[in-house]
Every structure is written in C-alpha cells, then in structure tokens.
C-alpha cells in the first residue's frame, strides 16, 4: 500500500509547433520551475538549466529536505537561501509538511508493513512531539491548526491491504476517526465507532487546494502495470465493487473526508495514464489511456462532467493555466478550454512527455533530458533547454 463526454470533436487540428523545437543558443533567464532529477527535487532556472535550490518536498516556494547530518532542512525555493535547520534524533524519514513549511512529520519503521511506528513533528526551534504509536500509521497531512496530524491506519499492520483515515491529536498522543461532514464547520461530530470507512488503494498524485485547505488525492485499485480487469472484486471501496479509482478529499480545517467515486472506466488502465490538477472551482482527472477524463466540483465533490477523447498510451499528467488545462502524455499535449471543456488543440511532442507546467505565459513539457518552452496561444516551442537525467517537470515556482 502507498499513499501519491468531451464533444466529439473529430476535426480538432493537430498543430505542428512542437515537431520541430530549436535549441536555445543564447541564454536568457526564465521562469523558475521545479522539476524531478534522478537526486530529488530541483527548482531550476528555465532559460539557463541554472539550480537554483534542491531538496525532497516542496510546498509552496518552500523546499524541505534532510541533510546528511539529520538536520530538517528549509530552503526558500526561489533563491535557495537556507530557512532553517532543525536537528532532531535519529535517522527518519520525511513524510507530511505543512503548507508553510512550518512543521514537518517525520517517521520511522518499516515502510512494507510494521507494528510499531515513531512520529516526530518538528518546528524551526527543533522537536515538538515524539510519539510512538501501536501499528502501521503513515502520516498524511497537518490540520490547518498545526495541532493534529491526519494520518493513513494501514490494515492489517503487518502485510496492509486497506486503510482508514484518521486523526493524531498530537498533544494528547491519540488516534481518534475524523469529523462527519457537515455543512455547520463549526459543529464537530466523530464517525461512530464502527462506521469508519477503510479503503483500496494506491495514492497516485495529490493536489492542495489552498482557499478551500483541502487535499485532493487520487487513488486507484490496482497495483502498478497491472490492469483491474485481472483483479478480482471487491474494488477500491467497500459496497463499491464497480468503483476502481476515486478522489480522497480531506477537509484539514474541518476534519472530515470524502471520496468522490470516478466512473468505472477510470482506473481500469495502466496506472501511468492516472493524472489530476485543480483550478478555482474544478478538479480535473483524467485516465489517458481509457481516453476520459472527469471534472469534479470542488465544494459540491461531485463529479460534473465526463469527457472522451482519443485515447493515448503512456505516463500523463495535467496542468492548469488561465483558460485552459493541458495534458501531456505520450508524444502530445491535448488542450481542453476550462469553460466550455472542449478539447480546442493538440500538439505533437518529439518525444514522450515527461510532466508539464502552466504560468501565465509559457507551457513547460518535460522531455528526456530537456524541458520544452511552449506559447499556450500557438503550441510553437519558444525555447528548448537541456536537463540531464529529467524525471518530469512538476511545476511553475511563482
């Protein structure tokens, strides 16, 4: 267990702006970006391939790593400059940071399947809290409030095969379920015992929706290269059998859950054609393979739309800009307008896609030991520099 009908537009034109991209021969600085490398993280210049700051999480405009010494380490991601440096003991690894880099959830014990697991929570000034807890708990995500830590209860603790959400009252040192969800924020009510709900499931990529402070995870049912039609029931939720990917909504202000079933095509693919992004008020999945995507209203968490489109072979992702979401996945990027969701452009890669990224003036598509500066208005390539080792590019540092 690991936590990360679009109108038939038959005659969409494939542009030709990406067939042929030029390298940039005089270096100009860009835009920072961050970007995946076989080390870690990197916020890299985008005009230039100059790194700019390194680490392993990132959030916000912070980078968070641990240094060969043990220390927490917070960088400011657009100019690499060290935040902090907390020492705390033992060797552990990172799993939750808060939005702000603030605190930092560390964790110990066997990755696989254990059951003993230590937290330690960390701020600026060094540790807070420094628990050890029976089973296998995984933090997830700080409350808004810094006071409690949502964390995944693996089921069964030595060999998990499910999991059930819950919360960490860091003070008191004890697991409790999560809020019933309710429209009164201000009125607080437990799952009764009993009714929690344990799921199915692979994280494949999470989302944080910053106005909202809600985490947006997608979750499918089969493992890795594997396909759904080769797995028996019972599917990714209980009573759920159809069910083989969904949305994990977590309220970290509130304290509640929601999981917004996809249709059952999703999920049924290769897990790599599995991607999500938010933008005001939708959040965008989409099954590349399968050729579906969905659009999920963000306070409703229901699903409002369902699209088709060619469907296309290898590792997707999407990204979001001004009026359009981008997907990237095999050698294209399909454009879709955010208002009307129609499928508008599609542009043709030298090579398979390796993650993509929106600012309000460029599209970066990562290549294989390059990034691609693309014109959202043409699907031209405005720029071509060199990245060796590229895993994908993750996002526009602002």
Known sequence: MKRRELLGLGGVAFLAGCTSPRPV????????????????????????????ASGT??????LVSVDADGRIVVRDATTGVVVTATAVRGRMRLAAVAPDASLVALVDGNPAGRTETTIVVAGPTGERHRLTLPGFVQPEAFS????????????????PDRYRVRVLDLAAGQIKALNLPGENAGL???????????????????????????LFTLYSHQPDHQHVRDILHP??????PDVHAFVH???????????????????????????????????????AGNGVAAVIHADA??????????????RAALAAGVDQIHLAVGTRVLTFARDTKAHVATWTLPADARGIAVSNRHVYVGQPDAVLRIDPATGAV????GVAGLGGVERVIM
């Open 382 to 385: 405005t720029g071509t520099v």
């Open 301 to 314: 968490l229901a699903v409002t739309q369902e699209l088709t489109f060619e469907p296309v072979a290898g």
């Open 57 to 62: 999480l990132l959030t916000g405009n912070r």
């Open 144 to 159: 808004s409030s810094g006071t409690s830590l949502f964390v995944l209860d693996m089921l069964p603790p030595e060999h």
């Open 235 to 240: 599917g990714a939720r209980d009573g759920k």
């Open 188 to 214: 607080k009510v437990l799952v009764p015992e009993g009714a929690e709900e344990e799921m199915r499931g692979e994280g494949r990529q999470a989302v944080f929706d910053p106005r909202r402070e809600r």
């Open 249 to 287: 909504t977590l309220s970290v202000r509130d304290g509640w859950a929601v999981c917004v079933d996809l249709p059952t095509t999703f999920g049924t693919g290769l897990v790599e054609g599995l991607t999500i992004t938010q933008t005001a008020e939708e959040v965008w999945v989409a099954d």
């Open 25 to 52: 021969t005089e270096f100009q600085p860009g835009e920072l970006i961050a970007v995946s490398l076989r080390d870690g993280l990197a916020v890299l210049d985008s005009g230039t391939a100059g790194r700019v």
